[in-house]
């Protein structure tokens, strides 16, 4: 990587997060789309998740038009549940995920106490991120490098 100029500590973790998170990605049985994502807190990562369908339920998230199953969940959906099931806190953690949040999962972000969110793909819908901006979480698009 050949920065114009250095990189500080928190430029670094956010490439080095991003890069793990589309890492993770690869984990999603989708066909149309591969998602991940990673919630860190002090620089840890408390949880992780990709798109994906409900647990028990066959790794098939399209039909046979390749729509994607309404019950399919979002790789932030499921990297939030996921921290509720646990010991850990959201509260004031960063999420990385390598698709812009959609409007659903915007609100579950807000209402979990994230602070952060770093995204890498700008979805053509882009209102999760208005509304994000709206709740004074901090958002920042991070280009793949």
Same mark, same amino acid.
């Given at each position: 990587m050949n920065a114009p100029f250095p990189l500080d500590k928190q430029?670094?973790?956010d490439l080095r997060y991003m890069r793990m998170a589309r890492i993770w990605a690869e984990n999603s049985y989708c066909i149309r789309r591969k998602v991940g994502a990673l919630l860190v807190k002090d620089k840890m990562i408390i949880s992780d998740g990709y798109n994906g369908t409900p647990s028990g339920f066959e790794n098939n998230c399209e039909d046979a038009q390749n729509i994607s199953l309404p019950y399919v969940l979002h790789a &932030? =959906?499921?990297a939030i549940t996921k921290v509720a099931r646990s010991s850990n806190s959201s509260e004031g953690a960063t999420l990385?995920?390598? =698709?812009?949040p959609c409007m659903e999962c915007a609100k579950l972000i807000i209402q979990s106490g994230i602070k952060r969110v770093?995204?890498? &793909?700008?979805?053509?819908?882009m209102d999760g991120i208005d509304l994000l901006q709206r709740a004074g979480? &901090?958002?920042?698009f991070l280009k793949e490098q």
């Amino acid at each position: 990587m050949n920065a114009p100029f250095p990189l500080d500590k928190q430029q670094l973790l956010d490439l080095r997060y991003m890069r793990m998170a589309r890492i993770w990605a690869e984990n999603s049985y989708c066909i149309r789309r591969k998602v991940g994502a990673l919630l860190v807190k002090d620089k840890m990562i408390i949880s992780d998740g990709y798109n994906g369908t409900p647990s028990g339920f066959e790794n098939n998230c399209e039909d046979a038009q390749n729509i994607s199953l309404p019950y399919v969940l979002h790789a &932030e =959906a499921n990297a939030i549940t996921k921290v509720a099931r646990s010991s850990n806190s959201s509260e004031g953690a960063t999420l990385y995920v390598t =698709a812009s949040p959609c409007m659903e999962c915007a609100k579950l972000i807000i209402q979990s106490g994230i602070k952060r969110v770093v995204y890498g &793909e700008k979805y053509r819908i882009m209102d999760g991120i208005d509304l994000l901006q709206r709740a004074g979480i &901090e958002v920042l698009f991070l280009k793949e490098q």
